[in-house]
């Protein structure tokens, strides 16, 4: 006994068969193949789109937050509301002594201003900053090196430039920038480094158009004190801002006139709440993709079934003779089936080359240099699950109408005209 | 004997019952050529198709080359028409996208020989028939008398028990009918158990029994012809 599928007549039959009405076969190949070329590219897509967000991010750390003053809104110790303060380096110190759940912190002070180098200038913002800052966003050094805790403890007079501030002073080499002193609104800095954002998503400025010089220089340049103009923290891993807040009120409140419960006096935010926000979103268009698809998916199911009802009833006398002369109903079953199976096979496989073609187009288009890629593509086990789904419901709904073409006696079926 | 009968019934159900075979009691001995004649409606297809395990008999008993045909789920008696019987019918039943050599090679296909084994046997008895050169052609392309010569290659490639033939000449002309029936004699020489249905006294004649068939009934003397 040999199988069918091993039978090269059969498949020989198989393809006559779907040769013989080219327009049917035609469409109802089609139908498959839109069928998973949509639950792909739009599975796809919505990865794609995921990446694509996620690439504004990069480089930036998903759980910081910041913390910005304002003016007070309750009277506390004889100071009337809506009294105007300044976060000094002490509440940051203060804040992280009292605060085991916070990871890094950094403060901040920016300014706009103008970089020059010998006849040429441009502007750019000015910002002082913490060590601890090119751990919260990470960039792209494109020559030399990062502000360090050395810069920081020995107030040293040195700058990292932005990529744009360079080109504009140094031109296209990075390499030209370091070590040349830069005139930093009217004071010189000497250039460690040359860095770029990784996404698009800044503190304060992009860092391609600004000059970040350490915080002890930045204050006295603009004889600021002790004072900043506001922090970002992380929480360690397994806390969220919103855990570390508690301490940081209460380092604050500590060292100024701020009622405890005054929510207004400064306010925070916290980009993990923004990140949660992001990722349920794609969860939802996740989930509305996989409906969607699903819903092409059944669409193109029914018209498989459709059309092997048509091919079983055009083909009821055949099935006559053939049971008449031998066939098993299981024979009858396997060969009707290899013709839906054959069919849901290529053309699935096709809207599958099809979707992966269009996403690596959306993957190219949506290229950046120096970027990785937003990520519009479709996993091979994706891709499998989506072709074995396709033909487990196709197989499905080619048996029904198989199983029905079974119970018409043999007689009776090679009657039919 | 290679088909007994006892005592067959068959009635179609419906809002009138139609009892179209009535206590059938028949007997064909191995290598005999007989025909079953009787008027349209006469119950003479139904009986064939009986005989052929198309369709189940009410009651009585039918024995088929020894083998009880009763109750047979469908996978048992699709083996035993694939191994037991070759039919012939009026209109050839031949699978119109299918050559001459694949329509007579299908049977073996379910018998589960391979390709090439069951095609060698199928040119086999298209020589037989004298269509080697027409292996090739679909049936559209073949005349009516070449149609049912295919039909008997297919129907005698499983080298079956007994041929059961419904009207087998019925569309054909007289000439071809003839060539048809020689081939049905020379068939029945080499010892083939051929059994005839038709209405047409001519192909009657030409069988060694007549068994006549009338209101579901077995005429009382079955006719040596």
């Known amino acids: 006994m040999i199988l069918a599928i091993f039978d090269t007549d059969n498949w020989r039959e198989i393809g006559a068969t779907l040769a013989r009405n080219k327009t049917r076969t035609f469409l109802t190949a089609f139908g498959i193949f839109w069928g998973t070329a949509m639950l792909a590219m739009l599975h796809g897509g919505a990865l794609g789109l995921a990446g694509f967000m996620a690439r504004n991010f990069e480089g930036f750390a998903t759980n910081m937050g910041a913390v910005i003053p304002s003016t007070t809104s309750m009277p506390y110790k004889g100071f009337n509301k809506g009294m105007w303060w300044s976060i000094t380096v002490e509440d940051i110190d203060r804040a992280k002594r009292m605060s085991a759940k916070m990871d890094l912190v950094s403060p901040l002070i920016s300014r706009g201003g103008t970089a020059a180098y010998g006849t040429k200038s441009t502007s750019a913002n000015m910002n002082g900053c913490g060590p601890d800052f090119w751990k919260i966003q990470q960039v792209n050094v494109h020559a030399g090196r990062v502000l360090n805790e050395g810069d920081e403890r020995q107030n040293a007079k040195v700058a990292v430039i932005g990529r744009n501030v360079s080109d504009e002073l140094f031109g296209p080499d990075p390499q030209q920038a370091l070590g040349k002193y830069v005139n930093v609104n009217g004071l010189y800095y000497k250039c460690v480094g040359v860095a770029s954002q990784k996404g698009e998503a800044t503190i304060q400025s992009r860092v391609d158009n600004a000059v970040y010089v350490p915080l002890g220089p930045m204050r006295t340049a603009f004889n600021m004190g002790n004072k900043v103009d506001f922090f970002v923290f992380t929480a360690k891993d397994g806390y969220k801002p919103k855990d570390v807040l508690p301490s940081i009120r209460r380092a604050i409140c500590a060292g100024h006139p701020i009622h405890p419960e005054d929510e207004k006096a400064f306010w925070v935010m916290d980009v993990s709440e923004m990140f949660d926000v992001v990722n349920t979103m794609f969860t939802g268009i996740d989930l509305l993709a996989l409906l969607v698809g699903a819903g092409t998916l059944i669409a193109g199911i029914i018209g498989v079934g459709n059309i092997m009802w048509i091919i079983v009833r055009e083909r009821t006398r055949e099935i006559g003779i053939r049971r008449a002369i031998g066939a098993k109903p299981r024979d009858i079953i396997v060969q009707i089936l290899s013709e839906s199976m054959v069919l849901t096979t290529i053309a699935g496989k096709a809207g599958i080359c099809f979707a992966c073609a269009v996403l690596h187009g959306a993957d190219a288009l949506t290229a950046v240099p120096g970027h990785a890629a937003a990520g519009f593509q479709l996993g091979f086990g994706t891709a499998v699950v989506i072709l074995a789904v396709f033909l487990v419901l196709g197989t499905a709904a080619g048996l029904i109408p198989s199983i029905k073409a079974m119970k018409i006696k043999p007689v009776e079926a090679m009657k039919d005209k | ?225």
């Open chain 2, 1 to 225: 004997m290679i088909i007994e009968l006892k005592d067959i019934n068959k009635t179609y159900p419906g809002a009138v019952p139609l009892h179209v075979l009535k206590d059938i009691n028949l007997q064909i001995e191995r290598g005999e050529l007989c025909s079953i004649m009787g008027a349209s409606g006469s119950g003479k297809s139904t009986l064939l198709n009986i005989l052929g395990i198309l369709d189940t008999y009410d009651t009585g008993e039918y024995v088929l080359d020894g083998t009880l045909i009763r109750d047979l789920n469908e996978n048992r008696a699709a083996e035993l028409r694939n191994r037991l019987i070759g039919f012939v019918f009026q209109s050839f039943n031949l699978i119109g996208y299918k050559n001459a050599l694949e329509n007579v090679a299908l049977p073996l296909f379910y018998r589960g020989i391979g390709r090439r084994k069951r095609n060698a046997m199928a040119m086999e008895q298209l020589e037989r028939m004298g269509l080697a050169d027409r292996a090739h052609h679909l049936p559209g392309e073949l005349s009516g008398g070449q149609k049912q010569r295919v039909a008997i290659a297919r129907a005698l490639i499983t080298q079956p028990s007994i041929i059961l033939a419904d009207e087998p000449t019925g569309a054909l002309d007289s000439q071809t009918s003839k060539e048809v029936m020689r081939v049905f004699r020379d068939l029945n020489a080499d010892g083939m158990t051929i059994v005839i249905v038709t209405h047409d006294p001519k192909v009657g004649e030409q069988t060694n029994r007549v068994i006549r068939i009338s209101d579901g009934r077995i005429e009382g003397g079955e006719e040596d012809a």
